[in-house]
């Protein structure tokens, strides 16, 4: 089962920011907390990923609470384009390195 | 660089066949992975190669379904004989799993009809 939870959906305007959570309150210490979305029916699509230290990078930032037990991601300017299901997943990097899908989020950026 | 490529991007067959889907990891990937979303459930995994080597084939449904990674370049899952409940799409993935490439790329995935 999934270790986290996220809302179903969210809607963000355009050119807004759009922040989306995340809960994970049984994260172990050695577990990472990774972000992809799936845009329509395509493939899944690494966005960042992060331990415990806030992280951004060319599509995102990830802010991680200092307790770890849950973290936001955070679209600075967000396109039409970002429309898509956001899934927030705790990664052990050790075994199997096997992703946990949950349901995700739902974001739909409007006009 | 090219991504990881799947191969068919749709396949419709009858129950009873049996269907073969391939996928060509990034180069130099060692760590490749089948994923699989049935009709209206989440992403599910199936398992994981470490180069020719099965790492982890936990969530391998049944014995209908084969994977291979011979040489430990491409893989192919094979599902014999094809029964309705394996439509889905079938997603592969790779990575490095050094330093910071632990993040995986996945394919755009095989759609799969049994019908």
């Known amino acids: 089962d999934a270790k986290t939870t996220q809302p179903t959906s969210m809607d963000c305007a355009e050119g807004r920011a759009a922040n989306l959570p995340c809960n994970h309150s049984?994260?172990?210490?050695?577990?990472?907390v990774y972000w992809y979305r799936q845009i329509h029916s395509q493939g899944p699509q690494y966005i960042i990923h992060g331990l415990k230290n806030n992280e951004t990078n060319e599509m995102a930032s990830l802010i991680i609470t200092e307790d770890r037990k849950s973290s936001t991601l955070i679209l600075p300017h967000a396109t039409l384009r970002d429309t898509a299901v956001y899934y927030c997943?705790?990664?052990?990097?050790?075994?199997?390195?096997?992703?946990?899908f949950g349901t995700g989020t739902r974001l739909k950026v409007l006009a | 660089e090219a991504g990881v490529t799947q191969f068919p991007s749709h396949s419709v067959i009858e129950k009873g066949q049996t269907v073969t889907l391939r996928c060509d990891p990034i180069?130099?990937?060692?760590?490749l992975y089948w994923y699989r979303r049935v009709m209206g459930k989440e992403i599910k995994f199936l398992l994981h190669?470490?180069?020719?080597?099965?790492?982890?084939e936990s969530g391998m449904p049944n014995n209908r379904f084969l994977a291979e990674r011979t040489g430990g370049t491409y893989s192919t899952l094979k599902v014999q004989p094809a029964e309705l409940e394996d439509s889905g799409v079938y997603f592969c993935a790779s990575s490095l799993l050094q330093g910071k490439g632990t993040e995986a790329f996945f394919g755009q995935g095989t759609r799969l009809t049994v019908v």
């Open positions: 190669f470490v180069k020719e080597s099965k790492q982890d």
């Open positions: 049984t994260i172990s210490g050695n577990e990472y």
């Open positions: 180069s130099g990937h060692d760590n």
């Open positions: 997943i705790v990664r052990l990097l050790s075994g199997t390195y096997k992703y946990i």
